[in-house]
């Protein structure tokens, strides 16, 4: 079985803050994916990033970083300098891909992290 | 480059009623999935579509079935509605190619209130 837990329920910052959203994930796949969405007061999830198992570069985009080590199962996200428009639920995620080579569109998501961020 | 849509954008229903979903997939896609998503919570997968048959399935009864059609827009139908099917249902559209399937771009979501 699949799972994704994201330890911290709500973080509350200020402005211009760096905030760390944590991801821990659990998968007996070797080959698997992992993705952030977030998902605004509209409800409207928003693709963030997708990252595969074998690859374990970090990314930086603007302000938003990413870290995956596959040594601690983890795929965590880092919003730099943050800013009001920032504030969000922030969904972790985990696709894995099975023995055949193939993978249905199955996502495993966590219970996400509301983040709220005071000007 | 149109998104994915969905419709409608609320709906109220009553216990033991029929619903059905519709969403339309983001151009250049070719595989829907849905999900439910319960008030704070994470997502929950319900099934997929491709090729206009069902592709996968998550742990929901028999009575949460769906579509896909030709243009590959898919219909969620739930029957026999029950109080905690109330939720935000969510569509993501993606391509698909030799059994694996892309990243999946999400709807805005139909919610669905049973009273």
């Known amino acids: 079985a699949q799972k994704v837990t994201q330890a911290q329920t709500e973080i509350s910052v200020v402005e211009k803050e760096d905030v760390t959203l944590d991801c821990v994930y659990e998968?007996?796949?070797?080959?698997?994916?992992l993705f952030w969405y977030k998902q605004p007061p509209s409800g409207e999830l928003v693709f963030l990033i997708r990252?595969?198992?074998?690859?374990?570069q970090n990314e930086i985009s603007g302000r938003y970083s990413w870290n995956f080590q596959k040594s601690t199962s983890s795929f965590n996200f880092t919003i730099t300098a943050s800013q009001v428009v920032d504030s969000a639920v922030y969904f972790c995620?985990?696709?894995?891909?099975?023995?055949?080579?193939?993978?249905?569109?199955?996502?495993?998501f966590g219970q996400g992290t509301i983040l709220t961020v005071h000007p | 480059e149109t998104g994915v849509t969905q419709s409608p954008t609320h709906l109220i229903k009553t216990r033991g009623q029929q619903v059905t979903l519709r969403c339309s997939s983001q151009?250049?896609?070719?595989?829907v999935s849905w999900y439910q998503q319960a008030l704070g919570q994470g997502p929950q997968f319900i099934f997929q579509?491709?090729?206009?048959?069902?592709?996968g399935r998550g742990n929901f009864p028999p009575r949460f079935s769906g579509l896909q059609f030709p243009n590959y827009s898919s219909e969620l139908n739930v029957n026999a509605l029950e109080l905690d099917d109330s939720a935000l249902y969510l569509c993501?559209?993606?391509?698909?190619?030799?059994?694996?399937?892309?990243?999946?771009?999400f709807g805005p979501g139909t919610r669905l209130t049973v009273l």
């Open positions: 993501a559209s993606s391509f698909a190619r030799g059994g694996v399937t892309d990243t999946q771009y």
């Open positions: 998968t007996r796949d070797t080959t698997y994916y």
């Open positions: 990252r595969n198992s074998f690859d374990e």
């Open positions: 995620a985990l696709k894995g891909i099975n023995d055949g080579g193939t993978s249905y569109g199955k996502l495993t």
């Open positions: 151009s250049g896609h070719n595989t």
């Open positions: 579509y491709y090729r206009e048959e069902e592709n």
